[in-house]
Every structure is written in structure tokens, then in C-alpha cells.
């Protein structure tokens, strides 16, 4: 075993504290979902074609052969997983006077860090108008943004869905909205006509999930601060339709199923370790993260941008 591998100590107690670890606000999962225990950091996965569609001749007359499919096999996308880390150091006179454990709060920080950075990595890729074909995106403009009382939400998601559908034989299942969409959304006429009977009188997310028929809605919350110390949203005024495998009881993982997207992640990740410097004085807590977001099917999705003024 190598020095660097000596000095390198793998916290077992540390990481599960690091895999258990999740903001509240981060929603690239639920577009982006996990597929862990991957072994190698590059390689290839199938995507497969549209055959399962297909209407083929089933009927056998008697003594006849059987009918045969030619099987049109898969294109390859190719992944390459990046690794991730951040270190977080801890003098020895900070952990004697500090009440509480600096040790987690360094995984807390380092963590939080990687995953506000896999957020905005999928944010990027789902908010890109150039991701998706002509069909499967729509920018609002004038009277079409929600932010005018007399634009139709309702009416944009359903021909949405229904674009999705007509693609992969699927309608979507999942609806992101970023957080600005969702608060000029609140307080659409359109919406709180359809719910002037209800109870509650206001706009809530499972209201808004009846109104709209989908399986699961989230709302981008998540923000961050650019050099300057200037808050931007990492959603922004738009929402993502997608098919995502697994988002509901309805919607199994399955290797011919179409899906918007995944992360791919290597083996073993995250992890935490920690270890001593400067004699002894310094200790560092390290987290490390191996993983790539892939938009694999844009035709599973729909993106609809510039939703506000």
C-alpha cells in the first residue's frame, strides 16, 4: 500500500453520513434520477429504438411457421464519469472549543457544496432550449407567458404532454417548475377558477399536481451566488415535462423504456475521509463524489421557457 493510501482514511461513519446527506431543495433527481455501482468511469449504455411500437403480423395460420422479428438492436451513448471533491480543514484549537461536531459540519459543507453543483449542472442541461428538437420546446412570449391573466397554462401543458406522447408513446410523468413559474402560477386566474370550490381557497403544490394530471410536480427552489455574492435561481422561468422511469407506481425502470434522463455514479460514492496535517494540528474532512447527468432521451421531455415577463 502506497503512502497516499496510508495517509488517506476512509471514514466509514463519515460517509454514510455523506450518502444520507440531501438538501431539501435540490430536485435534480427527480428528472436526473441515480443509477449507482458503476465500475468503470467511462463506457457505454444502450438506448433503444422505437420497435416496441411497432404493430407486427402475430397471426399463425395452421402448420405455419412462426412469425419472426428482426430485432434492430441499440445505439450506444457514451458516459464519462467526473470526479468531484471538496476538502474542509479543522484546527485542532476549533474542535476543543467548539460545541458541537466539526467533523460533520464538514461533511455537511463539502456535501452540500457537490450537490449544489450537480444541481446546477442538470439545470443547465434541462433548461437548454438547444437539447431539444423543434417539437419538444416552446419559448412564451407577449400574452403567452403566465405572468398575463389571460394566458392559457392549462392549455400549454396539455399540448405538452400530448407532444411527449405522440414521441414515445408515453405521457409524461413528472413536472418541473422553477420557482418563479410556480409563484406567477399561484396566482393565475386560470388555475384559481378551477379551484374556487375547494376548501383551501389557495393554490397548493398537490392542487396544482390535480389540476394538471401529472404524477409528480417539484419546484426548483434552489439558488446560488455568483463571485459577486449575487443570489440567481438555478431554475428559472420555465418547466421541464418528462417521462421519468420509476417516478411513480405506473412508470417501472425498464432497459426498453424511454427516459428523459439519469446520473450515472461511480461505485462506492459518495465518500468521505479525513486526514492529519501541519504535525497533527489540522485535520481535514474530505467528501468525494464520481458521477455524470446525461439528458439520454430529449424526446421525452418538453421544455417550456420564458414563462414570466
Not at 474542509?88 to 461536531?101: A, K, L, N, Q, T
Not at 414515445?168 to 410556480?182: M, S
Not at 407506481?249 to 479525513?274: N, Q, V
Not at 464520481?290 to 421544455?303: I, K, P, S, T, W
Amino acid at each position: 500500500m502506497g503512502r497516499l493510501a496510508n495517509l488517506r482514511m476512509v471514514d466509514p461513519v463519515l460517509t454514510e453520513l455523506a450518502r444520507g446527506y440531501s438538501n431539501a431543495e435540490m430536485i435534480a433527481e427527480h428528472l436526473f434520477p441515480l443509477v449507482g455501482n458503476l465500475a468503470k468511469e467511462a463506457g457505454k449504455i444502450p438506448q433503444w429504438s422505437k420497435e416496441a411500437f411497432k404493430l407486427y403480423n402475430t397471426e399463425r395460420a395452421i402448420r405455419a411457421m412462426s412469425n419472426r422479428v428482426n430485432p434492430e438492436g441499440t445505439t450506444p451513448i457514451v458516459f464519462a464519469l467526473s470526479e468531484y471533491d471538496l476538502e474542509y480543514p479543522i484546527d485542532y484549537r476549533e474542535e476543543d472549543e467548539s460545541m458541537f461536531g466539526l467533523e460533520q459540519v464538514g461533511v455537511e459543507f463539502t456535501m452540500g457544496w457537490i450537490q449544489l453543483q450537480r444541481e446546477k449542472q442538470s439545470a443547465d442541461l434541462a433548461q437548454n432550449p438547444d437539447n431539444y428538437a423543434t417539437g419538444s420546446k416552446l419559448a412564451l412570449s407577449g400574452s403567452d407567458q403566465f405572468t398575463d391573466p389571460t394566458s392559457d397554462p392549462c392549455g400549454v401543458i396539455d399540448d405538452a404532454k400530448e407532444s411527449i406522447r405522440q414521441k414515445i408513446g408515453r405521457r409524461p410523468n413528472t413536472l418541473e417548475i422553477g420557482a418563479t413559474t410556480f409563484k406567477a402560477l399561484k396566482k393565475h386566474p386560470q388555475l384559481i377558477e378551477k379551484i374556487k370550490y375547494s376548501q383551501k381557497g389557495i393554490i397548493t403544490l398537490d392542487l396544482m399536481k390535480e389540476i394538471f394530471d401529472i404524477d409528480k410536480l417539484i419546484v426548483g427552489e434552489a439558488v446560488y451566488a455568483d463571485d459577486a455574492g449575487t443570489f440567481h435561481d438555478i431554475w428559472g422561468d420555465s418547466m421541464t415535462l418528462a417521462w421519468v422511469p420509476g417516478a411513480s407506481a405506473t412508470a417501472p425502470r425498464s432497459k426498453r423504456s424511454p427516459s428523459y434522463g439519469y446520473t450515472l455514479r461511480k461505485k462506492g460514492m459518495p465518500e468521505t475521509d479525513t486526514r492529519m496535517e501541519n504535525g497533527g494540528k489540522l485535520k481535514v474532512v474530505r467528501s468525494t463524489d464520481n458521477y455524470d447527468v446525461l439528458l439520454v432521451g430529449a424526446e421525452a421531455g418538453f421544455l417550456v421557457s420564458n414563462t414570466n415577463l
